[in-house]
T-cell receptor
Framework: DVKVTQSSRYLVKRTGEKVFLECVQDMDHENMFWYRQDPGLGLRLIYFSYDVKMKEKGDIPEGYSVSREKKERFSLILESASTNQTSMYLC?????????????FGPGTRLTVT | LAKTTQPISMDSYEGQEVNITCSHNNIATNDYITWYQQFPSQGPRFIIQ???TKVTNEVASLFIPADRKSSTLSLPRVSLSDTAVYYC????????????FGTGTLLAVQP
């Protein structure tokens, strides 16, 4: 089974702190994604990566950055956390290929910024 | 961008067939349609994917008309454990800003 793991299930940070959310997948997938999920807004794409050291902005990249130094690991960085970044963060991966759209999600990290 | 529209919620009873429709009027030629299921406090789980006509697996069926402007997820004989949010996703991997989830449909199955 494909496994996508996220470093924490719950995280509490203070405003202004630098926050790292880590995601690791074990299926040698080329594509990796970071989403946030908020009530009434569904899932929104923050960033995605289709190769090591490659990244593309999603719908809501402001206030976030990402890092992909190894194929299996995709990190989401909040340079200076703010209260409006309190959310559920979901990481996903998928194999490469046009139209191959099956994404495997991790369990999520619920981040609270106080 | 191929945005999607789904009903916010649906109610059903155990044993019934449930059909959830997703509208995607601006779907592009190379876009696929994918449905996910999400339980509380879990990440979404892939259910089914299709391009045209009909796709069936052990969990669900996906019906896509010829114009591809909508699709219908069909869940046969639902049980209480099928209570979840169902997302319709239209897009193409590798294309910036093309990965768009719908707002999701909360399916509540009652005994």
């Amino acid at each position: 089974d494909v496994k996508v793991t996220q470093s924490s299930r719950y995280l509490v940070k203070r405003t202004g702190e630098k926050v790292f959310l880590e995601c690791v997948q074990d299926m040698d997938h080329e594509n990796m994604f970071w989403y946030r999920q908020d009530p009434g807004l569904g899932l929104r794409l923050i960033y995605f990566s289709y190769d090591v050291k490659m990244k593309e902005k999603g719908d809501i990249p402001e206030g976030y950055s990402v890092s992909r130094e190894k194929k299996e690991r995709f990190s989401l960085i909040l340079e200076s956390a703010s209260t409006n970044q309190t959310s559920m963060y979901l990481c996903a991966s998928s194999p490469a290929g046009r139209g191959d759209y099956e994404q495997y999600f991790g369990p999520g990290t619920r981040l609270t910024v106080t | 961008l191929a945005k999607t529209t789904q009903p916010i919620s649906m109610d059903s009873y155990e044993g019934q067939e449930v059909n959830i429709t997703c509208s995607h009027n601006n779907i592009a030629t190379n876009d696929y349609i994918t449905w996910y299921q999400q339980f509380p406090s879990q990440g979404p789980r892939f259910i089914i994917q299709g391009y045209k006509t009909k796709v069936t697996n052990e969990v669900a069926s996906l019906f896509i008309p010829a114009d591809r402007k909508s699709s219908t997820l069909s869940l046969p004989r639902v049980s209480l454990s099928d209570t979840a949010v169902y997302y319709c996703l239209v897009g193409l991997v590798g294309a910036t800003n093309k990965l768009i989830f719908g707002t999701g449909t909360l399916l509540a199955v009652q005994p």
